[in-house]
């Protein structure tokens, strides 16, 4: 299983991997010390050999040592010994990456299940002293600590101290673990090159090999960049020729530009000119405006210091006017207070009248109330002496009341009845409303596991759908998918079904016929293309069956129930899946039971059960009868979470029919009672009026006779109450004269307040008609001085207007004035030299600019300066088609060009260094490369010479120059009648891989520098390989009567087989 090259020592054999403990104290072995080979034979290895490989608690092991030879080691042992246990810790040990091994991407997971530590320790051979390298790995932290020669390190420091001694454990060419053999045939071509250059390949091979494809990136780069630019230069020569005559153009373009630039140089100036001649005259008419208006302002200081005066004596009368008005309001007052008492006088006048009026209208009304009572009383006694014997009715009446009190209580016995049935109903209702809604929410529960079903399987889902449509097709019931028929108790245990039961039996329909599966197979997988699985029920049903160990025996483990009462399902399903997947025998435990899951294995012999998160499958060795266990974690459940009882679902369908059939009961005896009711009703009130009609007649007489008595008493009472209207009158009569004179003293007093207030009038007249005479006088200066006023406003307007025009005027010739200097390039405090009145500054105009010409020679008003502009620029846009920046964009262009120009020699010279680098590089690398081929290609086809096989290793170039494309190609053929073929993950077969990886390698072993190489797991032509003395055979053994590793002496046991030896002949 491990191979190492360039060593010799004896075979050493390997410590047995240790069973399952038989009780605690077994459970932590001591560790054994670590020691180097003995010094006659170190010199037999090379630098980096394995010396020793110690395990604790790591894997399968509790503790052991290996100590392989320094040539070829053969690891043997039967399946699950711990073979592959060895290759993990040699990865692990010498710094290896967990997921390189395929295993596990955790280092927490290859410490020993139960452990909390575990411990891989590598010594490798050096010369200069061995190198120990201790890894110790702790599962709570999942993080390790590592010790070179005992003392304390980084794993940094380890990757540099292995990769010193040219160790790869990440190369598939020296380190190739059981799960990465078939990946060695998916190396690519450039892949494997690279691989086999780490490999055995001098160590400047591989460095050369990136060199080149460095510089082979920057030999296209340049290639690339010399192109362009080339090709760019020569753009720009040509274009510059193309545009060299609108250059020319440009500056004749130019010099009517300068003289353009000069006019409206002078034009500034003399639109300041106009501007200020303009302002110096509405300064002028401003001044004279602005005089007129003081004049206007001190002639209207009389009239208003005497309209102040009118105002002040106005003020005097309006108080004189308010205090008459005062006087004249509460005088008022006091008139109004006496007519309101005379009013009351009047009134009280009034109302003893009144009521003297009201006693005689009442003695009236009291005679003839005794007339008409009188009357009245005449007229009931004559009807009492017509009115005939009634006593003979109280039989009819008797009879009528019976019959009347029969009917009552039928009436009541029927409403009775009628609010019982209402009552009926109305629970009917509420339950069928409970009912519907029940089966609602199963309804809801059922489309989600059907969404699921959809979204999942949609063939499984289509199948459903016809099958619910065409069950009249079948003889006997046809299930659903499981999936679907399965209702748990509990969702949260819907994980440990989804894990026992695969997912193609989990959507599969459940047959109770043969005949009946295969027409549906028929009709959904051939005719529709639908991809369902469907299964068949036992004959004998299984889903009865007990267990055959009692729960209450596994309770003590942890153990809280077996698979099949975590759920509920039709016994023809349950029946199939007890007796395909035997859910009567798993048990399920809880976090309780992985805690003491050896002793659960030990006790139980349980094949499979599942703890809170795991599930446990438990075999027998065939080797050794012992007990092997495999654990997986458990996949979060997907389908069965949601919870659907189809059976009670079933049950509330019936319900509600009977339901139903009740309300439409309780309905039909209610129209019944209601008839009856309305029958009854109507009787009852026939009864009622005949019964009232005796009534009637029978109590006339009576009620006659009381009516007369009653008259009688309210005759005796009227004729009683009498009243003395002359007396009245004389009081009443007394009482107003009383209140008349009262009157009359009051009425004088209100004349003399009359007067009063007449009078106060007249004073209050006269003071508003001075009032008006002031206000008429005050109006009449307030009018002139409004007409001074408004001529004033027109005068000031005028001001405000000129005063704004001088001052636009004077912003205007600032402006102009700056625009000026701007144009003549002065400065704000500079002032306008001499020579701008008399010659325009000299202004360069680049190519063949014209001489400087004076200002007076220019034309000295704005229409003319226009005019010759309008000339100017009608020149100047004549050579249209030019662009304002082409001189600058050719005199560029021309120091561009020139530049390219350099930049190019300096890029072709580069690129002519990088080819030389390159062809020297390439002779150093390439020639080594194709003589270490083919010394492999040698050595790979006499291996598969010497199996009547053929094989070949060649170098493969696509594209000389592309150096990261070269690649090694291996070619096979285990077949005389077929032709060579690339070796890939797909043409050969899983022995014809695993065969040519192992030659190969084997071809690269005489050319190894690696100091060992591991090939796990290959096993083809290996069973008739001769035995070597240099050869070390290490066998795994396991079975209970192996001694523990710390007691294991090879040198005991062949002085013991001596002995044994020696005995024999004497007996």
């Not at 007229?379 to 009879?399: A, K, M, S, Y």
């Not at 529960?445 to 099958?467: G, I």
């Not at 029919?657 to 005896?669: F, M």
């Amino acid at each position: 299983m491990a191979t190492s090259s360039g060593k010799t020592p004896t075979p050493t054999p390997l410590a047995s991997k240790r069973p399952l403990p038989k009780d605690p104290s077994s459970e932590v072995p001591s560790k054994k010390k670590s020691s180097a080979p003995p010094l006659s034979l170190s010199g037999h290895f090379v630098e980096g050999s394995i010396v020793r490989i110690a395990m604790e608690n790591f894997l399968t092991y509790d503790i052991c040592e290996v100590c392989p030879g320094p040539h070829l080691n053969m690891i043997i042992g039967a399946n699950g010994t711990g073979k592959s246990s060895i290759v993990c810790a040699i990865c692990l040990g010498l710094a290896g990456k967990p997921a390189f091994m395929g295993r596990a991407d955790k280092v927490g997971f290859f410490v020993k299940r139960g452990c909390s530590k575990g411990m891989v320790e590598i010594e490798l051979f050096r010369s200069s002293g061995n190198l120990v390298i201790t890894r110790e790995i702790d599962v709570a932290k999942n993080q390790s600590f590592w010790f070179i020669n005992k003392k304390s390190t980084t794993q940094k420091v380890v990757e540099e101290q292995v990769a010193a001694l040219n160790i790869q454990v990440g190369n598939l060419c020296q380190f190739l673990p059981q799960d990465k053999v078939g990946e060695f045939a998916k190396l690519s071509k450039i892949e494997l090159l690279e691989a086999t250059e780490k490999s055995i390949g001098p160590p400047e091979m591989h460095r050369y090999h990136c060199e080149l494809k460095n510089f082979r990136e920057k030999e296209k780069q340049l290639e690339t960049s010399c192109k362009e630019k080339t090709e760019y230069l020569e753009k720009m020569v040509q274009r510059n020729e193309r545009y060299k005559q609108d250059v020319e153009r440009f500056y004749e373009r130019k010099r009517h530009l300068d003289l353009i630039e000069m006019l409206e140089a002078k034009r500034p100036w003399v639109e300041y000119e106009n501007v200020r001649q303009e302002y110096e005259e509405v300064k002028l008419a401003r001044d004279r405006v602005k005089d007129e208006v003081r004049k206007l302002k001190d002639g209207q200081i009389p009239i208003t210091r005497r309209i102040e005066e009118i105002e002040m004596q106005r003020h005097n009368l309006e108080a004189q006017i308010k205090a008459k008005a005062t006087d004249i309001k509460e005088t008022s007052q006091k008139c109004k207070q006496k007519q309101d008492v005379i009013e009351r006088k009047d009134k009280h006048i009034e109302e003893l009248q009144q009521a003297l009026t009201v006693k005689q209208n009442a003695e009236l009304d009291r005679q003839r109330r005794i007339s008409n009572t009188r009357k009245m009383i005449e007229d009931l006694q004559n009807e009492l002496r017509t009115t005939e014997n009634c006593v003979n009715l109280q039989p009819q009446i008797d009879d009528i009341t019976n019959d009347l009190r029969r009917v009552q209580d039928e009436k009541e016995s029927c409403e009775s009845e009628i609010i019982d049935k209402l009552k009926e109903r109305e629970t009917l209702e509420k339950e069928k409303k409970s009912v519907n809604d029940q089966i609602v929410q199963f309804d809801n529960l059922m489309n989600q596991k059907e969404d699921k079903l959809r979204q999942r399987y949609r063939d499984t889902y289509d199948a459903v759908l016809w099958l619910r449509n065409n069950r009249d097709k079948f003889k006997q019931r046809v299930y659903e998918p499981i999936m679907l028929m399965i209702n748990m108790k509990d969702n949260k245990n819907a994980k440990y079904i989804e894990n026992h039961i695969p997912s193609n039996d989990l959507r599969a329909f459940v047959f109770e016929s043969q005949e009946d599966m295969e027409v549906f197979l028929k009709e959904v997988r051939d005719n529709k293309k639908l991809r369902v699985n469907a299964v068949i029920a036992p004959r004998s049903s299984y889903a009865d069956r007990a267990p055959s160990r009692s729960l209450n025996e596994l309770k003590q483990y942890g153990f809280f129930s077996y698979l099949r009462e975590l759920f509920d399902a039709p016994a023809p399903v349950m029946s199939y899946l007890c007796s395909q997947y035997h859910i009567h025998e798993v048990p399920v435990g809880t976090e309780r039971t992985r805690e003491r899951i050896e002793r659960v294995i030990q006790e139980t012999r349980l094949k499979q059960m599942y703890t809170a998160e795991e599930k446990y499958v438990v075999k027998t060795s065939v080797y050794s009868n012992k007990v092997i266990s495999s654990n997986t974690s458990l996949k979060v459940a997907q389908f069965l979470t949601v919870t659907v009882d189809l059976e009670q679902r079933r049950h509330l369908e019936e319900h509600l029919k009977e339901i139903n059939r009740k309300l439409h009961a309780v309905e039909s005896g209610l129209i019944a009672l209601r008839e009856k009711n309305k029958h009854l009703e109507h009787k009852d009130n026939e009864l009622r009026q005949r019964k009232k009609e005796l009534l009637e007649r029978k109590n006339k007489k009576r009620q006659l006779e009381q009516k007369i008595s009653s008259k009688l008493g309210s005759l005796k009472l009227m004729e009683q109450d009498t009243c003395n209207l002359e007396e009245e009158e004389r009081k009443a009569n007394t009482k107003i004269k009383e209140t008349n004179v009262q009157k009359a003293k009051l009425v004088t007093e209100l004349t003399n307040l009359i007067k009063i207030c007449t009078s106060l009038h007249i004073q209050k007249v006269d003071l508003i008609l001075q009032n008006t005479t002031v206000i008429s006088e005050k109006n009449k200066l307030e009018s002139d001085y409004m007409a001074t006023s408004s001529q004033l406003r027109v005068k000031e307007q005028h001001f405000i207007e000129l005063d704004e025009n001088r001052q636009r005027l004077l912003q205007k010739c600032k402006e102009l004035m700056r625009r000026a200097r701007q144009v003549c390039n002065l400065g704000a405090e500079q002032t306008v030299p001499q020579e701008y009145q008399t010659q325009v500054p000299n202004i360069p105009n680049g190519h063949n600019s014209s001489p400087p010409m004076a200002f007076q020679d220019l034309p000295n008003t704005l229409d003319e300066i226009d005019a010759l502009l309008t000339e100017e620029r009608s020149r100047a846009s004549c050579f249209t088609g030019l662009n304002p920046t082409v001189v600058e964009e050719y005199t560029k262009r021309e120091e561009e060009i020139e530049q390219l120009t350099e930049e190019l020699k300096i890029k072709k010279v580069e690129l002519d260094k990088y080819r030389e680098s390159i062809s020297q590089v390439k002779e150093r690398w390439l020639n080594p490369l194709k003589e270490l081929v083919e010394k492999i290609n040698e050595k790979f086809s006499n291996f598969f010479s010497s199996m009547q096989c053929a094989g070949e290793v060649d170098l493969h170039i696509e594209n000389e120059e592309d150096y990261d494309k070269y690649g090694i190609r291996i070619r096979v053929k285990f077949r005389s009648s077929t032709q060579l073929h690339e070796l890939t993950p797909h043409h050969q077969s899983g022995g014809e891989r695993s065969v040519s990886t192992m030659l190969y390698l084997m071809a690269l072993q005489e050319l190894n520098r690696c100091p060992f190489r591991v090939v796990d797991e290959i096993n083809q032509l290996l069973q008739n390989l001769p035995y070597s003395e240099k050869m070390t055979v290490l066998f795994v053994y396991n079975g209970p009567h192996m001694l523990e590793p710390n007691r294991w002496n090879l040198k005991a046991f062949q002085r013991r087989r001596r002995r044994i030896t020696f005995t024999q002949p004497s007996q």
